[in-house]
């Protein structure tokens, strides 16, 4: 495990010493010590209320006290047993540092292993159309590593969807709101016509997914994106992947992550080949924990 952590950041500095993509923005500027601190405390906060939850009967399911009407069922659940799942401001403004906590910091290196593959497709299209390719994250959460993107490459017709509000009003802030349009929707009903997306991405959202809407997401991703587009799928490692398989049969009983278990055994290939997706061989890499495997949706 350590030397595949080691191995992360040793590429992530390969990467930006060949100039592949910008030092990022959080290591190139010194932390605020105060506002660090006081996430701090609200991490710490948190912790203790989601170790009290874990050990509660129901304390996976009481955010449907304040979800709004009209969400899927499997998505109002305390994922992670954090306070409000998915849908209230506190939730969204803690989520980058539990991530980073969960991940000893290494959360925001493991997005970036696919950043070059993102930029290398965007500087494609972009040569070969001679205009910006419409380019969407899914599931984007807080936005990382769509900031990372468009920082890099700022002239991108760029998207941001997920289904919490309050999120992507995190996002909103973190990624700027000039430089991307951001969407409330399900990723099961995606509101982009047939063919007119050029790149996808999607990170840590599929393992949030039941086995069925996981399979409604990648018809969707295959009838917006355009023939020959490109999917970039970011996820968990899965069952095989590494040696580190004993860490994914404990995690999704001790942090609450319902559909994780079946996600670590989903055949990734089969489930994209259904939309018409083929692997681009040679292109996927292993990032400590995560996993980038790109597809290409069939020119037909
Ligand atoms: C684990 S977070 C990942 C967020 C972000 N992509 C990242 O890199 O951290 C999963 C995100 O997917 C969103 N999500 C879950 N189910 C969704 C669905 N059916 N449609 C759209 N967004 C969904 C959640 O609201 C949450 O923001």
């Known amino acids: ?40 405390r609200r991490y710490y906060e948190e912790a203790g209320t989601i170790s009290r939850r874990a050990h509660r009967r129901g304390g996976a399911v009481e955010t449907r006290k304040i979800a709004p009407a009209g969400l899927p069922s499997y998505y109002v659940q305390n994922f992670h047993f954090q306070s409000d ?38 500087d494609r299209v972009a040569g070969e159309e001679g205009r910006a390719p ?11 590593l769509l900031a990372d ?3 890099n490459r700022p002239h991108v017709d760029a998207f941001g969807l997920d289904l919490s509000t309050a999120y992507l009003r995190v996002a909103r802030n ?10 409330q929707a399900p990723a099961e009903q995606l509101p982009f016509a047939d063919h007119s997306v050029d790149i ?21 991703f295959s009838r917006v994106l355009k023939p020959g587009g490109y999917y970039l799928h970011i996820d968990s490692v899965q069952y095989g992947d590494t040696a580190m398989d004993i860490m994914l049969e404990g995690f999704p009983r001790a942090v609450h992550e319902p559909y994780y278990d079946a996600y670590c055994r989903q055949d990734l290939d089969a489930l994209f080949a259904s ?15 995560t996993k980038v495997t790109p597809y290409r949706r069939c020119e037909a």
């Open 275 to 289: 939309g018409g997706f083929a692997r681009v061989e040679g292109d996927e890499r292993i990032a400590f924990l």
């Open 200 to 220: 996808l991405f999607s990170v840590y959202l599929f393992h949030e997914l039941p086995a069925k809407v996981r399979e409604r997401v990648a018809a969707e």
């Open 1 to 40: 495990m350590r030397r595949a952590f080691f191995r992360l950041f040793a590429e992530e500095a390969a990467d930006i010493a060949a100039g592949r993509y910008r030092v990022p923005a959080d290591l190139r500027t010194p932390p605020d010590l105060r506002a660090l601190l006081a996430q701090a």
């Open 85 to 122: 799942g998915w849908l209230s401001d506190p939730s969204a403004e803690i989520y980058d540092t539990q991530v980073e906590s969960l991940f000893t910091g290494a959360a925001d290196t493991m997005r970036r292993r696919g950043l070059p593959l993102l930029l290398d497709e965007i």
């Open 149 to 151: 993107c468009l920082v």
């Open 174 to 183: 973190h990624v700027g709101r000039d430089r991307a349009a951001f969407i």
């Open 134 to 144: 419409v380019l969407v994250d899914i599931g984007c959460g807080t936005g990382r």
